[in-house]
């Protein structure tokens, strides 16, 4: 494993699941401006695409990932879900088939997780 990349290996199916549907809801039904993606360091929309359909598998997979990519798979999942404006919001239940209480419940734990892994708050 590279020295910038991260495995955070006692993540639950569960967990992996939310982030890879919260990658995978910026293809359906959520809509995202270029500046959005521009605040979450993907620098346009079709760069969070592209980058989404990238990280799914290797998130699904258990792969290890650079600090920012974490950082982005999270950022992404948290305002897809959150937000009724840009991201899936009040629909999230519906299209991802997680209630928002178990999403919000799961996303705690991938706060813990990942930070203390990867340390994403660092540059």
Known sequence: MAADQFTVSDLTDDERYVLFRGLA???GPAHC???LADAMDFTSAVVLLEEAQ?????IRDGQSLNRRAWR??????EIVFASDVFGAGS?????TGISDEDTVRILRSLHRKIARA?????P
């Not at 982005?72 to 999942?77: D, E, G, M, S, Y």
């Not at 629909?91 to 299209?95: A, G, L, P, R, V």
């Open 33 to 35: 401006p270029d500046a």
């Open 91 to 95: 629909d999230w239940s519906i299209t």
């Open 118 to 122: 990867v340390r994403i708050h660092q």
């Open 54 to 58: 990238r990280l799914k598998p290797l």
């Open 25 to 27: 809801e910026w293809g």
């Open 72 to 77: 982005r798979a999270l950022i992404a999942t």
